[in-house]
């Protein structure tokens, strides 16, 4: 099994930055892609950013580019991800997600989520 835990959520004015942090314990399969989701309230979960294992790739949805920045620290088992110019349209739970892809065999796992919240 794997466990996802979030950190780094908050309050912050619109324009300001926060940093969440994901850190991966338990049975981590070396090949694997992190990412974050988000969920506003009456929405539903929608993809916000994702890297590779190795760290040489990563992909952002359309209204983050420019804006987020995921990293990774393989050594810690950690996902960051570096919220800058934030808009109250940010405003939601953000979850870490970990998938492991071996063969036709897909697993996702997810974090508990931290409630970000960006006020006008």
């Known amino acids: 099994q794997v466990q996802l835990v979030e950190s780094g959520g908050g309050l912050v004015q619109a324009g300001g930055s926060l940093r969440l942090s994901c850190a991966a314990s338990?049975?981590?399969?070396?090949?694997?892609?992190m990412g974050w989701y988000r969920q506003a309230l009456g929405k539903q979960r929608e993809f916000v950013a994702s890297i590779t294992s190795s760290g040489d790739t990563t992909y952002y949805a359309d209204s983050v580019k420019e804006r987020f920045t995921i990293s990774r620290d393989n050594a810690k088992n950690t996902v960051y991800l570096q919220m800058n110019s934030l808009k109250p349209e940010d405003t939601a739970v953000y979850y870490c997600n970990l998938r492991t892809i071996i063969g036709p065999k897909v697993d996702n796992y997810w974090g508990q989520g931290t409630q970000v919240t960006v006020s006008s």
């Open positions: 338990g049975s981590i399969v070396h090949s694997n892609r």
